[in-house]
């Protein structure tokens, strides 16, 4: 599956990491560090994690998507 995080918008809150931490770590207190390509079996603990972000950082299967709004940052 295809993970984007707009680290842009991204305020390092770690819920995701809390609830993926698999997938998402956290280095430091604001600095996420994640896997884009994460493994199909990790989908619910990622979709999970999409929802709790405070900022909606997390972007699942929305890779142009992704890329147009990052287009619009700045
Ligand atoms: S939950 Fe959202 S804001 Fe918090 S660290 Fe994860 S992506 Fe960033």
Redesign the pocket.
């Known amino acids: 599956m295809r993970l984007v995080?707009d680290l842009n918008?991204?305020?390092?809150?770690?819920?995701?990491?809390f609830l993926a931490p698999d997938v998402?770590v956290?280095h430091g207190e604001e600095a996420?560090m994640y896997d884009p390509g994460a493994d199909e079996t990790q989908r619910e603990q990622i979709m999970r994690?999409s929802a709790?972000?405070?900022?909606q950082?997390?972007l699942v299967d929305q890779v142009d998507l992704a890329e147009g709004a990052l287009a619009h940052v700045g």
């Open positions: 995080v918008r991204c305020q390092g809150y770690a819920q995701c990491a998402f956290m996420l994690a709790a972000c405070p900022v950082a997390i």
